[in-house]
Nanobody, 125 residues
């Protein structure tokens, strides 16, 4: 059984940085896989923040925050990370991680097979 548990959320000032972590127990990182982070703010649709795919060692990045936020994985520790830089008040949301054991080209929540429950990030101005 695959379980994803996020951590690292909290209060951060605008302009600062934050790193979220996701422990992915029971998930096998094969030759091709996709991991990603998604967020949902009150009254808004869930959106794909940052996704990372690996196809035979070649990385592929997608997502709305490509460049400012970066997803990475440590397959030896079964961990997924989201590095958030230059955060803004509009980044306030619940952030969830998701995984798919195949290569997915879009950063779309519905393309993930498993999701975590999320961790709240609040950015103060």
């Amino acid at each position: 059984e695959v379980q994803l548990v996020e951590s690292g959320g909290g209060l951060v000032q605008a302009g600062g940085s934050l790193r979220l972590s996701c422990a992915a127990s029971g998930f096998t990182f094969g030759d091709d896989y996709t991991v990603g982070w998604f967020r949902q703010a009150p009254g808004k649709e869930r959106e794909g923040v940052s996704c990372f795919s690996e196809r035979h060692g070649a990385p592929f990045y997608t997502g709305l925050m490509k460049g400012r936020f970066t997803t990475s994985s440590d397959i030896h520790k079964n961990m997924i990370y989201l590095q958030m830089n230059s955060v803004e008040p509009d980044d306030t949301a619940v952030y969830s991680c998701g995984v798919n054991p195949t290569l997915v080209t879009d950063c779309n929540y519905h393309d993930m097979n498993y999701w975590g429950e999320g961790t709240l990030v609040t950015v103060s101005s």
